[in-house]
């Protein structure tokens, strides 16, 4: 049975009343109706979840003890998925056959690709006359967003507690649910009182005090590029270490002897997945201008097959934005798009249904790569269609944003694809369709963030080095 009335806080090991009365509604976005709170906690409440993390750090800890835990919040993780499936369908929207695999079996994924990491991690390396030690970094603060929730926390939750670290995390307010379950999970788990703790509340009062508070060691951020900024300033003042997972507004390069139709099918796929709101969203696709007629059909055609609806519904491919407040902001973007002069294909800013935040699936044609469409993140279902005249060119527009998270490029020839890959300044791309690796390194270019998540890099982040030089 589900509580969407929480009214608690997880610090210490125990379930607390918060020092505040402050109450935060979470609200389905398919029905616009309120659906549960969660506390909003105080200052007061994050010093008290740091003091719990910092009594719980302990440097020393074996890496027996760290394998146990690990196993152990997966165990309990994976009994959960089920539950926080229809959580995540009910607080922001995903539609049933998102929630029950990318929302909840990829977080999985993640976690199991953490404890293989460990399981084969050396800890200490000779190189010459010196010991190289890897050790937990202390307390840190993860502060997580909306769009996936559960796995944005268990990319941060879990390396921590395999590095040896402790956490005080606070979710997004949009979609704190899941993590609450989640962290029941980490509670079933028997993780020691202090190891995890949890802090909703108010991103400008919990999450500023986390990122300036001079007791954690290292502050994990995902979220919009200007919140990225401002905790990256807040953290410096305490010279902390901070990573940062920012915005994207990510290139899919279709070459000109690429399987376009397979191309246009994938990409419009990826740039639609959880209704637009991917960080990684191939949200720009680069068409040859030879094939540039032939591409738009082939989108028109593709799009039409992406059903709008009930996020209960089997059916569902695209459900509705997370919030209002996200509602208001695509319809924003789209109505901009179409006074800059940029050609609508299908769909537009006008709401679909009487009640629920949906917006229809929308493509732009002879879209300016230096337009507001062109160079920021939408963060909804739209996808700018821009032509290119050769591969100078389709470089220029690809590197030509201040983000580089992700992207994709498509060839007949492999070799070809890599080579162009190779010259485009972003964080992680796909050649061909190549799939999703749940330990490959994950992280921004320019300003699409600071550091790197998932696998060994991940879990790197999580260590300090110590050198130790040895008598000959």
């Not at 954690?216 to 953290?235: K, N, P, Q, Y």
């Not at 738009?296 to 609806?309: F, M, N, P």
């Not at 996020?311 to 924003?332: C, M, Y």
């Not at 279902?381 to 591969?391: Q, S």
Request: net charge negative; aromatic share 8%; glycine share 12%.
């Amino acid at each position: 049975m589900h509580d969407y009335a929480r009214k608690t806080l997880f610090i210490g090991g125990e379930w607390i009343t918060p020092a505040g009365t402050d109450l935060i509604e979470v609200i389905d976005p398919s029905t616009e109706q309120v659906i549960g709170t969660v506390p909003g906690g105080t200052e007061a409440d994050v010093d008290a979840a740091v003091s719990a993390a910092r009594r719980a750090f302990d440097p020393l800890i074996s890496v027996a003890e760290r394998r146990q835990r690990v196993a152990a919040v997966i165990a309990a993780l994976e009994k959960r998925l089920p539950d926080i499936a229809e959580t995540i369908t009910r607080e922001m929207g995903a539609p049933v056959r998102i929630a029950q695999t990318v929302q909840t079996q990829v977080p999985l994924a993640v976690a199991r690709g953490f404890a293989d990491v460990l399981d084969g991690f050396d800890f200490e390396e000779q190189v010459g006359n010196s010991l190289i030690l890897r050790e937990p970094y202390g307390v840190v603060g993860a502060i997580t967003p909306w769009n996936y929730p559960l796995y944005q926390v268990v990319a941060k939750v879990v390396p921590a507690i395999a590095a040896g670290c402790t956490v005080v995390l606070k979710p997004s307010n949009e979609a704190p649910l899941s993590v609450f379950e989640f962290v029941e999970a980490l509670e079933e788990a028997g993780l020691p009182a202090g190891v995890v703790n949890l802090v909703s509340g108010r991103g400008a009062l919990i999450g500023e005090r986390i990122a300036a508070h001079p007791e954690i060691d290292f502050v994990s951020f995902t979220g919009s590029t200007g919140v990225g900024a401002r905790v990256g300033e807040l953290a410096g003042r305490s010279v902390k270490k901070v990573a940062l997972e920012l915005g994207g507004k990510s290139a899919n390069v279709i070459l000109d002897d690429a399987d376009l139709a397979t191309a246009v099918k994938v990409g419009v796929g990826n740039a639609f997945l959880n209704g637009g709101q991917t960080c990684m969203a191939w949200t720009r696709m680069l068409v040859p201008q030879s094939r540039y007629g032939e591409a738009l059909e082939l989108i028109e055609a593709a799009v039409s097959k992406y059903t709008v609806g009930d996020p209960l519904d089997p059916a569902t491919r695209i459900g509705p934005s997370a919030s209002a407040g996200q509602f208001e902001t695509v319809r924003g973007f789209i109505e901009r798009a179409q006074r800059d002069g940029a050609r609508l294909i299908t769909g537009g800013a006008e709401p679909i249904r009487e009640v629920g935040y949906y917006v229809a699936p929308t493509v732009f044609g002879d879209v300016d790569p230096d337009s507001e469409l062109g160079q920021e993140e939408v963060f909804g279902p739209v996808l700018a269609v821009i032509p290119f005249t050769d591969e100078t060119d389709a470089l220029r527009i690809a590197n030509g944003t201040p983000y580089g998270l992700s992207g994709a490029v498509w060839a007949a020839d492999t070799d070809r694809a890599i080579a162009f890959a190779r010259e485009v300044q972003t964080g992680q791309l796909d050649i061909n369709g190549g799939k999703y690796n749940p330990v490959a390194p994950f992280g921004g270019y320019k300003k699409s963030g600071i550091g790197r998540e998932l696998g060994r890099a991940g879990f790197e982040e999580y260590l300090q080095t110590k050198s130790l030089q040895l008598p000959a």
